[in-house]
């Protein structure tokens, strides 16, 4: 019981901080969910943290009395010390990349134990795809104005802890993002995304990455 109530007064934490970094998560339920509730545990090969359009579905019976609708959901490891994986999978919700015209189209039935399955597979033993379309430019930029905006409110949380695997230096992302994140910072990440990216965050990533990635098209 001890440990249930742990889970709750961390998952209510968290949530609190993804409202106020992302005031638009409010336009939908916002589900958090710990490994453990699945009925498994994370292994030393798997992922700390997932987010996805249908997680909802999958992870409905862990949801519980808690489920007041369809919306955003995300698994984590562990809910201690999660902040900079929550700013991270919140990056991945907002970034315009993630399909959400799913919500609407995919049947329970369809999803079921298959994603949930899936979800404990990522886990337990992830393997990195060769090519990562979902960390790219508009994800790191996204990445970086939540990590700017967490800091207004006095949550300051490592590189390493917001994106282990980082190739990029995400202190060059960050201090090129400064500046927009500054100028953007009360305005929803559907409108930020859809501007041209600032010239610096560019730069920064197209001296590591090149076109590969497929994101970066403007000229501004």
């Excluded at 106020?20 to 916002?30: D, G, I, N, T, Y």
């Excluded at 498994?40 to 909802?56: H, M, N």
Aim: glycine fraction near 6%; hydrophobic fraction near 40%; aromatic fraction near 8%.
């Amino acid at each position: 019981m001890h440990e249930m109530n742990d889970i709750e007064a961390h998952r209510e934490r968290l949530l609190s901080l993804a409202y106020k970094v992302a005031p638009e998560l409010r336009s939908r339920p916002l589900y958090l969910i710990h490994i453990t509730e699945l009925g498994t545990q994370r292994a030393d090969k798997g992922v700390i943290g997932l987010a996805g359009p249908v997680l909802d579905l999958a992870c409905r019976h862990a949801i519980g009395d808690r489920w007041i609708g369809r919306g955003w959901c995300i698994v984590l490891a562990d809910f201690r010390d999660a902040e900079g994986t929550l700013l991270h999978e919140l990056a991945h919700l907002l970034d315009g990349n993630m399909p959400w015209t799913e919500l609407q189209t995919v049947s329970p039935d369809v999803v079921g134990a298959v994603v949930l399955d899936d979800i404990k597979r990522h886990f337990t033993d992830y393997k990195p795809p060769t090519y990562d379309p979902w960390h790219g430019a508009s994800f790191l930029r996204t990445l970086m104005h939540l990590w700017h905006r967490a800091q207004e409110f006095g949550l300051y949380v490592s590189g390493r802890e917001l994106f282990p695997l980082a190739e990029l230096p995400l202190h060059q992302l960050s201090a090129a993002t400064r500046d927009e994140a500054h100028r953007c910072r009360h305005q929803p990440f559907s409108e930020i995304v859809a501007r041209p990216m600032p010239r610096r965050f560019r730069k920064v990533f197209l001296r590591r990455h090149g076109s590969r990635q497929g994101e970066i098209h403007d000229t501004h």
